[in-house]
C-alpha cells in the first residue's frame, strides 16, 4: 500500500518525523522481547519498503538498543522514552511503532505475529470493560 508523508513523534516532541514508503505490513508482536519493551501485551509496528525517514528535528538520531543474543532492537526517545521508527538492515525498509504516527497509518493490522508467547492475561484483556476515559 502506498503511504503518503506521516508526520509522527514522540511524547515529549523531541523527535519530530516524517515518513514516506510502501506500506508492506502492520503487526502485532507478541515476544518476550516486544512485551518487556512495550510495557504491554504486544508491539504495535508497521513495516514499510523502500521508505524513508526526515527527522524534522534539532535531534537527528534517536537513541537504538540492539540487543546482543538476537536481531530485536528499538529505537527511541532518551527524554520520554516513546517508540520511535528505525532504519532496518535491508532493502531501505523501516519498523516504525504505529504509536508514533501523528495520525491514522490506513491499514489495519496484518496479523498477530509470536501469538504462542502472547501474555497470559491477553485473551482475558478482550473482555475487560470499556470505559471512554478514566472511570471514577
Known amino acids: 500500500m502506498k503511504l503518503d508523508k506521516v508526520k509522527g513523534s514522540c511524547l515529549c516532541q523531541k523527535y519530530q518525523f516524517t515518513i514516506s514508503g510502501d506500506f508492506h505490513c502492520f503487526m502485532l508482536c507478541h515476544c518476550s522481547r516486544c512485551q518487556k519493551a512495550s510495557g ?30 538476537c536481531r530485536f532492537a528499538r529505537a527511541f526517545c532518551e527524554s ?3 517508540a520511535l521508527p528505525k532504519a532496518m538492515d535491508h532493502d531501505s525498509a523501516i519498523q516504525c511503532p504505529a504509536g508514533s504516527l501523528d495520525g491514522h497509518p490506513n491499514i489495519p493490522p496484518t496479523g498477530h505475529i509470536f501469538y504462542k508467547s502472547r501474555a497470559n492475561w491477553y485473551d482475558l484483556m478482550l473482555q475487560a470493560p470499556i470505559f471512554d476515559e478514566l472511570p471514577k
Open 40 to 69: 504491554s501485551a504486544h508491539a504495535s509496528n508497521l513495516f514499510l519498503k523502500k521508505a524513508a525517514i526526515d527527522w524534522n528535528s534539532e535531534a537527528k538520531t534517536p537513541t537504538t538498543y540492539e540487543h546482543p543474543n
Open 80 to 82: 520520554c522514552g516513546s
